[in-house]
Structures are given as C-alpha cells and as structure tokens.
T-cell receptor, first 114, second 111 residues
Framework: KAGVTQTPRYLIKTRGQQVTLSCSPISGHRSVSWYQQTPGQGLQFLFEYFSETQRNKGNFPGRFSGRQFSNSRSEMNVSTLELGDSALYLC?????????????FGPGTRLTVL | AQSVTQPDIHITVSEGASLELRCNYSYGATPYLFWYVQSPGQGLQLLLKYFSGDTLVQGIKGFEAEFKRSQSSFNLRKPSVHWSDAAEYFCAVSGYSTLTFGKGTMLLVSP
C-alpha cells in the first residue's frame, strides 16, 4: 500500500497570501488529521476529518481551515499568511474510526512565509 | 485534558551504549501510547504502540517500551544504539480522536 502523500513538499509564500496544502491518505483510511510542527511549539493538532466531516479542531485561529473529499483526500487552507505560520505541516491518516487512533504520517509540507 | 512530558530535550549516547528516553503522560482513562521517530526533513514513523495487555512492548529497529501505570510513564529503550538512530523521538497519548505529543527528545549519537 502506498503511504500518506502530501503536496507540495515545499512552499514559499509572502505575508498576506493564502495557501492550500493537499493530503492523500492511505487507501481505505477515512480519517485525516493535520498537525503544525514548529521548533517553539512542537507538534500541535489542527483538525481532524472523518467521512468529510470535521470531527475535532485544535486551538488555531479561523484563518486555518480544511476539508475532506468523498475519496478521503483532504486539503487545508491558511488565509492571510503571517510570518508565524512558517512551519512543517503534517498530515496523518487512520483506518476507519479507530479508537486507538493509530496514525500514519506523511512527509509533510514545509511552508515558509516571507 | 491529556498531556505528555518528555523531560529531556537532548540526549547524547555513545554508539553501542544503551538508551532510555523518558515519557510521562497525563490521561484520565486507559491510555493508548505511542512512540514516533522523526529524521530531519521527514514525517513521523511509528516505532511502537501500547494499547493493553503486556506492559513491555516491542517495536521496530530493536526498540522497546515499558508501560508503568503507577508512574504514568512509557519509557523507550534500546540496548545498543546505532549511529542511524540519531533523530528526534516523540511520545504521544491518544484520546478523543486526537493525538497529543510531547515536545520531543533529540538523540545524538557519538562515535
């Protein structure tokens, strides 16, 4: 089985722009979660989607949004970019509605905001 | 709310020496616990997991971890470290459909 894929791998944007990141989960996985990783804050949970519905949301401003499509692929969008949004954004997928929440991570998208 | 503490930010170990990375968690119910490893510029790879049963769990790459409920700990161990083990290690606890991670421990391996 192919792993979790994320596109693009690297992105450079300027302040005020918006950006869309894409994640394709492992085949058969219906849950997709997004995390932001920075040196200062570590790994922080953004949101989780299951069957096209946002099931959980972390403590991030409304500029961060996401969605999930019927094929389980997910996108996250950040509007009005700020310098502090520079981070590695990780996507993870889980099989179905796994209570054990074992997650499989993609390689991440490195976002740099100038 | 659940939380994870990894008290060591950096650890340096000589190649061939044993390793123990500490992890303490806070969670109100039976925890599901994980250790992940991240190499520079990469995503996270699952090393091992604890759901229930035997408190000593074996993982990939020769790693093991022991769950101690009385100490709220889930420490990661390896008997003999290889230079390729140099990476950042994250402990995580699962609950309510989210994973909460510790801040990570950076492992440096000296020759």
């Amino acid at each position: 089985k192919a792993g979790v894929t994320q596109t693009p791998r690297y992105l450079i944007k300027t302040r005020g722009q918006q950006v869309t990141l894409s994640c394709s989960p492992i085949s058969g996985h219906r849950s997709v979660s997004w995390y932001q990783q920075t040196p200062g804050q570590g790994l922080q949970f953004l949101f989780e989607y299951f069957s096209e519905t946002q099931r959980n949301k972390g403590n991030f401003p409304g500029r961060f949004s996401g969605r999930q499509f019927s094929n389980s692929r997910s996108e996250m969008n950040v509007s009005t970019l700020e310098l502090g949004d520079s981070a590695l954004y990780l996507c993870a997928s889980s099989p179905r509605d796994s209570i054990t929440n074992e997650q499989f991570f993609g390689p991440g998208t490195r976002l740099t905001v100038l | 709310a659940q939380s994870v503490t990894q008290p060591d930010i950096h650890i340096t170990v000589s190649e061939g020496a044993s390793l123990e990375l500490r992890c303490n968690y806070s969670y109100g119910a039976t925890p599901y616990l994980f250790w992940y490893v991240q190499s520079p510029g990469q995503g996270l790879q699952l090393l091992l997991k604890y759901f229930s049963g035997d408190t000593l769990v074996q993982g990939i790459k020769g790693f093991e971890a022991e769950f101690k409920r009385s100490q709220s700990s889930f420490n990661l161990r390896k008997p003999s470290v290889h230079w390729s083990d140099a990476a950042e290690y994250f402990c995580a606890v699962s609950g309510y459909s989210t994973l909460t991670f510790g801040k990570g421990t950076m492992l440096l391996v000296s020759p």
